[in-house]
């Protein structure tokens, strides 16, 4: 497992990437291994605004069916499409393969995010149990 | 869902569990029992599945109940309690069966097998093991027969796939060319890696599965040391074959490509053997069983719903439990099983819709997330294993 330095993450085991004003949004390499193969990933159209903590879309592997929540609010520019047909991206390539980008609304919010080191410190407890 | 027994608060765990964690599998709760889901060593769920249809892998399957039925009536309790002939059955052969409420529904699905002139061997699904047990035991006191709950005595270990029969045959001097589908035999099965070399004598080697492709059943000591000696040994001797160990999350795309029957999802104490569709495992002219006066009632009055296979047309994976639209949007029906199937590489379901929209070809939708998403009725099974010349 590796949590880039670079990205911000969400409890939800969302991770974000952050350029000016500008943000890619994906979900964690803890998340993929966790679901399993991925089959499948719904995404908001373009134009479509997504809300701090709120599902934007959904991520199923062969077994589960897991939503997604957005670690920032904004408006989507552009979907993922190769993500139609390679789903599967996502479990070779959890940390490079962005699902939506967006144009950050309220940055401010990125504060409220956790840090690599916090992201995996998190999930080492979550995993734990 | 139906209502099942109490489980118990304490999670059960088979004699294989440590092994399973050393081997990094990733373990859920399933009916009271802490098991495999998938391996990701092995390559997840996918790899497991894909493997078993052109390969092999093995299950633990330990969670699964067996009840014995031993006596001089046993063959009349056996009547009494199952729709399928038992009478049918020569010393060694099994069959596909159900114990069935006085109302023709399901208290459970199982294999009975038969192991010798008055025994037989009831094998019976995990999260229904107490259940069975006590329905079995409270309905045939009036015969001269012993039933014992078996379940604990035994590690069940499922080896599946075109290959398992080259996989076990190393390892067991019974001839499993001469054991057909849904018979079973007695064997040993050799422990390599024990010193000194020694054999387990007098294993149950059952051939039937759950995964609609060929394959054993092995029920050996439930002693941790011998279980894991056992489930290493195979493993070993498969490895020219491509052995993979496999979860339950492979079982049950496995099972549902075939359209085999899960307990509390295609059957259930609500739902009767018509509408389940299993009429050719029902012996209706067979001396008289709980049940069938409930359903020789249900047939005259025709079924209401009906379980079929349905194929995504559109975009979207129908899962357990979503609606089932007609063309209008209006609700028909719900899936009871649906996944993506990996071999056949389609999203398929299991649904039940009355018979008016059950024709294969039959447009209808799944509400997925809200959504009414295009299906289509298919034929079943989804997935039929090649036919060996």
């Known amino acids: 497992m590796s949590y880039p330095a670079d990205l911000k993450y969400t409890k939800e085991h969302e991770w974000i990437k952050v350029d ?28 479509s605004e997504i809300t701090a903590g709120k599902t ?49 609304k309220n940055p401010e919010e990125l504060k409220n995010l956790l840090s690599a080191a916090d992201y995996e410190k998190f999930v080492n407890e979550e995993g734990g149990h | 869902m139906p209502a099942v027994e109490a489980t118990t608060p304490t999670i059960r765990k088979t004699a294989l569990n440590a092994v399973h964690r050393q081997m990094g599998a990733k373990m859920v709760e399933f009916n ?28 633990d399957v330990s969670h699964m109940g067996d009840i014995r039925l031993a006596g001089p009536q046993a063959l009349a309790a056996v009547q009494h309690i199952s729709m399928n002939d038992a009478s049918r059955l020569a010393i060694g052969q099994a069959q596909y069966s159900a114990l069935l409420y006085p109302e023709g529904t399901f208290v459970d699905d199982v294999i009975v097998h038969r192991l010798g002139e008055d025994e037989y061997l009831l094998v019976i699904n995990a999260g229904t093991r107490e259940k069975d047990f006590n329905w079995v035991r409270d309905n045939t006191p009036q015969f ?60 149950l080697i059952a051939r039937t599965g759950y995964t609609a492709e060929d394959g054993f059943e092995i029920y050996i000591p439930a002693d941790e040391v011998t279980s894991a000696r056992v489930w290493n040994e195979i493993l070993e001797a498969g490895k020219e074959f491509g052995v993979v160990p496999c979860g339950l ?49 249900a047939k005259a009055v025709g079924v209401k ?40 590489k389609k999203n398929i379901a299991l649904a039940y819709v009355p018979p008016a929209l059950a024709e294969v070809g039959t447009r209808l939708k799944v509400e997925i997330r809200g959504q009414g998403v295009g299906a289509q009725v298919v034929p079943t099974p989804f997935y039929k294993r090649p036919k060996k010349n």
């Open chain 2, 32 to 59: 009271g029992w802490d098991m495999p889901v998938e391996y990701p060593s092995a390559g997840g769920i996918m790899a497991e599945h894909n493997a078993v249809r052109t390969g092999v892998g093995i299950f």
């Open chain 1, 56 to 104: 934007f879309g959904t991520v199923e592997s062969v077994k589960a069916v897991s939503d997604l929540y957005a670690p920032a609010s904004g408006t989507v520019n552009e979907v993922n499409g190769e993500l139609a047909t390679v789903p599967e991206k996502i479990n070779k390539e959890a940390n490079t393969t962005w699902m939506v980008r967006v144009t950050l």
């Open chain 2, 305 to 344: 719903r009906t379980l079929v296979g349905l194929e995504m047309v559109e975009r979207g994976i129908a899962r357990d439990g979503y609606k089932v639209l007609d063309e209008a949007g209006k609700e028909v029906g719900y899936v009871t099983s649906g996944s993506p199937a990996p071999f056949l």
């Open chain 1, 20 to 47: 000016g004003s500008n943000a890619t949004i994906g979900i964690t390499d803890y998340a993929q291994a966790s679901l399993g193969d991925i089959v499948f990933v719904d995404l908001p159209k373009p134009g």
């Open chain 2, 249 to 297: 999350g492979s079982r049950n795309t496995l099972r549902l490509e075939g359209k085999l029957p899960l307990y509390g999802h295609e059957i259930s104490d609500t739902i009767n053997v018509w509408e389940a569709g299993l009429d050719r495992f029902i012996k209706m002219e067979k001396p008289d069983f709980i049940g069938r006066a409930a359903l020789e009632n």
């Open chain 2, 144 to 203: 001269d027969c012993k039933v014992e709950h078996l379940s604990d005595d035994f590690t069940q270990i499922a080896i599946q796939g075109p290959k398992a029969v080259n996989l076990l045959q190393k390892l067991t001097d019974a001839d499993l060319s001469a054991v057909k589908f849904y018979w079973v035999t007695r064997g040993t099965i050799n422990l390599l890696k024990a010193k000194p070399r020694r054999y387990l004598s007098d294993i």
